[in-house]
């Protein structure tokens, strides 16, 4: 797994790849709540390069939308990939979280957070 998170304002961008399992999740989960603070509420996460997501991966996502939700912020997910659309389905937590399906991440820079259809 890997990720990288680019602050813009009150917004963290954050793009996972790979394969989120038990062996990662630990990481993502501090990685994410870290990304969060008093001046930086919110979370865009692009999952469109995850490969795997199980149960654990899923728990260090809604670790984050909780957090991001008590500083008065919030978290949506961008493209997500199909094995991450899969576990939110099965899990029935895909209503929890604000997933734009059709939408990319523009701009010549990830920290634009800017969206259009795809």
């Known amino acids: ?25 630990p990481m993502l989960r501090e990685r994410l709540l870290a990304a969060l603070g008093p001046q930086r509420t919110r979370l865009v996460l692009d999952l469109s390069g995850v490969t795997f997501m199980d149960a654990s991966g899923l728990g260090a996502l809604m670790a984050a939308r909780r957090r991001s939700l008590l500083l008065g912020g919030g978290m949506r997910i961008v493209a997500p990939s199909s094995p991450v659309r899969r576990v939110l389905e099965a899990s029935g937590l895909r209503s929890r979280f604000p997933v734009e ?3 990319r991440l523009t701009g010549p820079n990830p920290e634009i957070a800017e969206f259009a259809a795809q």
């Open 101 to 103: 399906v059709g939408a």
């Open 1 to 25: 797994m890997d990720l990288s998170v680019i602050v813009r304002d009150d917004t963290a961008v954050c793009r996972v790849t790979g394969d989120v399992d038990i062996s990662c999740s």
